[in-house]
T-cell receptor
Framework: GAVVSQHPSRVICKSGTSVKIECRSL??????MFWYRQFPKQSLMLMAT?????????EQGVEKDKFLINHASLTLSTLTVTSAHPEDSSFYIC???????????????FGPGTRLTVT | GEDVEQSLFLSVREGDSSVINCTYT??????LYWYKQEPGAGLQLLTY?????DMKQDQRLTVLLNKKDKHLSLRIADTQTGDSAIYFC??????????FGTGTRLQVFP
């Protein structure tokens, strides 16, 4: 089946620094990737939709200048949290759509997540 | 609205059946999904149902959809300790965007 990886799995950074999270589709080409944020014991909140070769579409309330998304190739999307603050600490999960396969027309394959802790 | 609601917690004995419920508000939903999340991990798609279906069975999993009441359920037969996880329902409305439910934590005890 389709596999999505994320790197790093865990990261700790200091306030004010930036951190980059990578999301890769390993065995398929993903024209569309998604970035979610999950707070402890809560649901997933869609942050943005990342389209290869074009600008990301951000959900309402998500600061595009703070959460920079780049989807430079069909297998890689990156999320950079700029000038991180403790309130940015969260579990970030990416997903990707394989347009050629999938059980449902809009099925998304999820990465294992990245836990970000800002101190 | 976009609310997709689930009960927060379910505890069942190993070998019993588990039923996880989900209610949604948008009648234009096209596909409805059930995902499983184990601790510290991403989401695994378990099954899905198209909105013009009432039921779908896949091995130990049975999905029931009541479109009139906007109610979705996931039944896990012969629940095992490995089924302990958080289960999310999600809906799509003909676009890429998924709306996730609040998640139900299933605990299976011996």
């Amino acid at each position: 089946g389709a596999v999505v990886s994320q790197h790093p799995s865990r990261v700790i950074c200091k306030s004010g620094t930036s951190v980059k999270i990578e999301c890769r589709s390993l065995d398929f080409q993903a024209t569309t990737m998604f970035w979610y944020r999950q707070f402890p014991k809560q649901s997933l909140m869609l942050m943005a939709t990342s389209n290869e070769g074009s600008k990301a579409t951000y959900e309402q309330g998500v600061e595009k200048d703070k959460f920079l998304i780049n989807h430079a190739s069909l297998t890689l999307s990156t999320l950079t949290v700029t000038s991180a603050h403790p309130e940015d600490s969260s579990f970030y999960i990416c997903s990707a759509r394989d347009p050629l396969t999938g059980q449902g027309s809009y099925e998304q394959y999820f990465g294992p997540g990245t836990r970000l802790t800002v101190t | 609205g976009e609310d997709v609601e689930q009960s927060l917690f379910l505890s069942v004995r190993e070998g019993d059946s588990s039923v996880i419920n989900c209610t949604y508000t948008d009648s234009s939903s096209t596909y409805l999904y059930w995902y499983k999340q184990e601790p510290g991990a991403g989401l695994q798609l378990l099954t899905y149902i198209f909105s013009n279906m009432d039921m779908k069975q896949d091995q130990r999993l049975t999905v029931l959809l009541n479109k009139k009441d906007k109610h979705l359920s996931l039944r896990i037969a012969d629940t095992q300790t490995g089924d302990s996880a958080i289960y999310f329902c999600a809906e799509s409305r003909g676009t890429d965007k998924l709306i996730f439910g609040t998640g139900t934590r299933l605990q299976v005890f011996p």
